[in-house]
């Protein structure tokens, strides 16, 4: 007899291991229970709870992000110096630490400029801020504050942050889903397929009438193994992992067993990186009067251990494909940016 963590019992009735199974399939966990500790659970650290768009719930770990993006450890200003060439990557990082450091004004503690421009660039994507009027602010608050150390406009704080690695690449789409204006269809201005413009409307200035977002994969697996926390874990599922039948892991699952026996060459290093794709849509608006449909496309990084594997700071987001209908049997147009960079990894590696 075990607790029953379903939404009814709420581990607070024991049941049989084929009462609990019936009751999880038809009634679903009991909300919040991540951490099973009414099970014997001790070690697993429940990370994934809700997020809220709430900025004073932002918690800022500067330091780890910079850690994080570059692979490095900023320990002391000693160690800049005993590198007399540094590369670029050094350089970038080096200067974040230092934007990282610095007071945003005189006698202010509570924020960094590093700081500073990151919650500033948040609060104008949750409060769909233009250009003009982010560069309005930064101008206001140097002329209000007069030794504040900020830059001068939109583009030159988006410059600094670009730096720390958040980089994206948008491309135009057919409005019908038809085709990406991408590779042979870069530079054309209407589909071939539906013959729909390219264009929402004909004014001089023109805007694409659909666009989607693509976040580049290949640096952000390399920070897996520059990091110090995660470069062990990614050859876990080889060095690690328990080899008896039971499936805990998708090392375990015949799938792996498959690729591995196919392509011995891949297999035999543990450190290139097996990924799984995931695609669903959410609605961006969050009210249900609305029928809008965004798509995602999500990699998840099958060599960490299984209580990392799925979580969601492991998790990928490589594409973003805008509603307001789903692509449906269409959305190979939107992968191919995708799948073109796989290949390029899975050909020529990094």
Avoid at 131 to 147: G, H, P, V, Y
Avoid at 172 to 199: M, Q, T, V
Avoid at 325 to 350: F, H, M, R
Wanted: hydrophobic letters at 35%; charged letters at 25%; proline letters at 5%.
């Amino acid at each position: 007899m075990i607790l029953c963590p379903c939404r009814d019992c709420g581990n607070g009735i024991c049941r049989t291991r084929d009462d609990v199974e019936a009751h999880l399939l038809w009634r679903g966990f009991k909300p919040g229970y991540y951490n099973w500790t009414a099970h014997g659970e001790t070690s697993f650290r429940n990370d994934i709870g809700s997020h809220s768009l709430n900025v004073d719930d932002v918690n800022d770990d500067m330091e780890g992000l910079l850690n994080d993006a570059f692979g490095f450890e900023s320990n002391t200003a000693d160690e800049q110096e005993e590198i007399n060439k540094p590369n670029a990557n050094a350089k970038k990082f080096y200067k974040l630490i230092s934007d990282s450091q610095q007071e945003l004004f005189s006698g202010c503690k509570k924020f960094s400029k590093l700081d500073f421009l990151v919650r500033l660039l948040q609060l104008k994507c949750l409060g769909n801020w233009t250009q003009k009027s982010f560069t309005m602010l930064l101008d206001l608050l140097r002329e209000a504050i007069e030794d504040i150390r900020l830059p001068k406009s939109y583009y030159e704080t988006k410059k600094i942050i670009q730096d720390l690695g958040l980089s994206y690449k948008k491309y135009d789409a057919c409005r019908n889903d038809c085709i990406l204006y991408w590779g042979p269809h870069e530079f054309k201005n209407e589909c071939d397929i539906c013959n729909e413009s390219r264009w929402s409307s004909k004014k001089k200035k023109k805007v694409a009438g659909k666009v989607m977002w693509h976040f580049p994969l290949t640096s952000r697996l390399q920070r897996l193994f520059m990091s110090s926390k995660t470069a062990s874990y990614m050859i876990w599922h080889k060095e690690d992992r328990i080899k008896d039948g039971c499936m805990r892991h998708p090392a375990d699952t015949p799938a792996w067993q498959h690729l591995d026996y196919q392509d011995s060459n891949f297999a035999a290093d543990p450190r290139n990186v097996q990924l799984g794709l995931a695609s669903d849509g959410f609605n961006p608006f969050g009210t249900m009067t609305s029928t809008h449909s965004t798509w995602s496309v999500v990699l998840m990084t099958y060599n960490l251990p299984p209580n990392l594997c799925m979580k969601s700071k492991y998790m990928r987001l490589s594409l973003l494909i805008p509603g307001p209908t789903q692509p449906g049997n269409d959305i190979d147009v939107y992968l191919q940016p995708l799948v073109a960079e796989l290949k390029e990894l899975w050909e020529i590696g990094v």
